[in-house]
């Protein structure tokens, strides 16, 4: 394939024939040059054919609207010397209501899942400028998806969250009402847009709707009101702008012949001359084409080198070869791409607010999770390397082990054991939340979940802060143990150091007030959140609930029925049994404590983890007890026979 630059691009002699060509910025005569304030320069064109070069057509609408190829796609400006036009692209959108109207301009996914998506195609002479576009979402309860039909098959999330009040002075899209992450893939000329509803279809009185775009950089700035009602959609309607490159074509030399006044090549005068028959011209194109994809390889080469250094490789290398490490495996893309069969969505084990999980078999059939996380922001090559290092050699029954990452792309790819029976929150509230769960079970759980928290805060030389503790982050394995993962927000503290400022990640519902507040990142963060998965356990309730049609929180409720004296009555039936009382108000004022909202009167991990034991041994001595009575009753039974 020979790469072919259009004539009409090259400066020409000067004659009058040649003038529209020599001012890249006009049409061709005769042909029409504007379409309501949208200046219309060749290569594009309006009309018959030869005022256009093939693939830049455009519409003139009777209402002074240009369309760019398809209907669908309004044009807002033609910027020839940048290479670049500016056109409109869709809003997602959806809006959940209190009074149970559910709308949105999304197509419900056909895999099952709960996505909906929109789809926007650019042409085959254009591609989505990376550098000067971001993907967006805004809403409060929001998990925004773009993905990239290539043959990565990219997928990017961007996850919002925000309460009411929260909103008044921010400015920044960076997570609170709004968040931005780039662009996947490479040469876009196509991108769908979507939701993943499940859990987050939440009812917002304040801010009922959500929306996901690909925006022009310079032109987006966030304002506290797009979160309100649905002001944003009211006042942009369901398009904003963005930015597209133009592509060259890839086409043959028997294509291009046929057409031999719209295209040339360049001297280094920036005369052209017309592509003739030669043999000689036709062997020198061949060389340069094998060239340019050896210079492509090389620089795909380059690429790989320089975030494999950029990530810390080369030291992570070092601490392999002199032996202070020997438990962290470096894959390479190919490994994990083979493993992953090119991170088919059938392997998809789950999205979380900081990447997406699949299931992975590696070339030993050894089945493991491979995490591609979004992008993050860049820390310390040493820093970063020093993490992957500590969690390599956690070594706790109830912490999921890193196995290893791949260091070839812009954001490290982790590899962790596989854990085969999903998560707490499937357990308890997903499709399998019919099934009985034992009281038992779920004292075990929260001890063995407390004690991985414990193990993070005090039994390595550096404590981790895991900052995103919830019931979708604990796994359990073949036998139901429990598995505290993703580190996706956790935070090594520093020695001495009992607290940490840092941008508030987590999750609504289980956030700590006060961290929230003062962003002030401390393992009493961790104690807060168990003690919402805690509730999460005995009531069977999410951390945000309906009660109806009201949202409500979970700890703020139960803590409000606790005071009451009426905690029971937030209690799942399926575990509650005559002579119990002291063993839930034990478990309560356990909650209670975690959830107090001053950090330095929580209890720590440890403390967490002894109560939970005790009360599990309370719960023994009342099964123990029961029993008793249960053998009394038969051999009382037994003896009135007998002496009948």
């Known amino acids: 394939m020979v790469l072919l630059v259009a004539a009409t691009f090259i400066l020409q002699h000067s004659t009058a024939t040649d003038g529209a060509a020599r001012n890249n910025s006009l049409a061709k005569p005769g042909c029409q040059d504007k379409c309501g304030n949208v200046s219309i320069p060749y290569p594009f064109g309006i009309g018959d054919k030869g005022c256009f070069r093939e693939g830049f057509e455009v519409f003139c609408h009777s209402d002074?609207?240009?369309?760019?190829?398809?209907?669908?796609?309004?044009?807002?400006?033609?910027?020839?010397?940048?290479?670049?036009?500016?056109?409109?692209?869709?809003?997602?959108?959806?809006?959940?209501?209190?009074?149970?109207?559910?709308?949105?301009?999304?197509?419900?996914?056909?895999?099952?899942?709960?996505?909906?998506?929109?789809?926007?195609?650019?042409?085959?002479?254009?591609?989505?400028?990376?550098?000067?576009?971001?993907?967006?979402?805004?809403g409060c309860a929001t998990d925004a998806l773009i993905d990239v039909d290539e043959e990565d098959d990219y997928t990017n999330e961007c996850e919002s969250s925000c309460h009411e009040g929260s909103m008044e002075k921010s400015t920044q899209c960076t997570g609170m009402?709004?968040?931005?992450?780039?662009?996947?893939?490479?040469?876009?000329?196509?991108?769908?847009?979507g939701f993943d509803l499940h859990g987050n279809a939440r009812v917002q009185n304040f801010s009922p709707c959500s929306y996901g775009f690909v925006v022009e950089v310079d032109w987006f700035k966030f304002d506290p009101s797009y979160i309100k009602l649905s002001y944003f959609q009211e006042h942009y309607g369901d398009k904003v702008p963005l930015i597209l490159d133009w592509a060259i074509d890839n086409v043959t030399c028997a294509e291009a012949k046929k057409n031999q006044s719209s295209y040339a090549c360049i001297d280094k005068n920036s005369e052209y001359f017309i592509v003739g028959t030669s043999i000689g011209f036709v062997l020198l194109v061949v060389c340069i084409s094998a060239l340019l994809v050896k210079c492509q390889k090389r620089q795909l080469a380059k690429e790989k080198e320089r975030f494999f250094k950029q990530n810390g490789g080369h030291m992570l290398y070092q601490q392999i070869l002199s032996r202070q490490i020997d438990t962290v495996i470096i894959f390479t893309i190919e490994d994990l791409k083979k493993a992953t069969n090119n991170?088919?969505?059938?392997?998809?084990?789950?999205?979380?607010?900081?990447?997406?999980?699949?299931?992975?078999?590696?070339?030993n059939n050894k089945v493991v999770a491979v995490k591609r996380s979004k992008i993050v922001n860049v820390v310390q090559t040493e820093e970063f390397v020093q993490e992957i290092i500590i969690l390599s050699q956690l070594n706790h029954r109830s912490v999921v082990r890193l196995l290893g990452c791949c260091l070839e792309v812009e954001v490290p790819i982790l590899v962790y054991e596989y854990i085969p029976n999903g998560t707490l929150s499937q357990l308890i509230h997903g499709n399998r939340s019919r099934l009985p769960v034992s009281l038992e079970d779920r004292l075990r759980i929260a001890q063995e979940s407390a004690e991985a928290l414990e193990y993070l805060h005090v039994s390595i030389n550096r404590p981790i802060v895991h900052g995103d503790v919830k019931s979708l982050n604990i796994l359990l394995d073949e036998n139901y143990m429990a598995k505290v993962t993703d580190f996706g927000a956790s935070r090594m503290l520093p020695r001495d150091v009992v607290q940490l400022m840092t941008m508030?990640?987590?999750?609504?519902?289980?956030?700590?007030?006060?961290?929230?507040?003062?962003?002030?990142?401390?393992?009493?963060?961790d104690v807060y959140s168990f003690g919402v998965v805690l509730l999460e356990l005995i009531t069977r309730k999410q951390a945000i609930y309906f009660d109806g049609h009201e949202e409500k929180t979970l700890a703020t409720s139960f803590l409000q029925a606790l005071k009451d004296n009426r905690f029971e009555s937030m209690l799942d039936t399926s575990i509650m049994g005559t002579g119990m009382e002291e063993l839930f108000q034990e478990v309560a004022e356990l909650a209670s404590r975690c959830l107090n909202l001053k950090g330095d009167e929580r209890p720590s991990m440890t403390q967490v983890g002894d109560k939970l034991k005790a009360i599990r041994s309370i719960w023994r001595a009342i099964l123990l007890l029961k029993h008793e009575e249960t053998q009394c009753a038969s051999s009382s039974h037994v003896a009135h026979g007998f002496s009948s």
């Open 64 to 138: 002074n609207v240009a369309m760019l190829n398809t209907s669908d796609t309004a044009l807002l400006g033609i910027y020839v010397t940048l290479g670049e036009v500016r056109v409109q692209s869709p809003i997602a959108w959806y809006c959940n209501y209190t009074n149970g109207t559910w709308v949105t301009n999304l197509i419900k996914d056909t895999d099952g899942t709960d996505t909906y998506w929109i789809s926007y195609d650019v042409g085959p002479s254009f591609t989505v400028s990376k550098a000067k576009n971001k993907f967006t979402a805004i």
């Open 177 to 193: 009402g709004c968040c931005q992450s780039s662009i996947p893939g490479n040469m876009l000329d196509s991108f769908s847009l």
């Open 343 to 363: 991170y088919d969505r059938s392997r998809e084990l789950g999205r979380g607010g900081h990447g997406t999980v699949y299931k992975g078999i590696l070339d």
């Open 504 to 525: 508030v990640q987590g999750t609504l519902g289980y956030l700590d007030p006060e961290y929230l507040q003062e962003r002030k990142l401390t393992e009493k963060s």
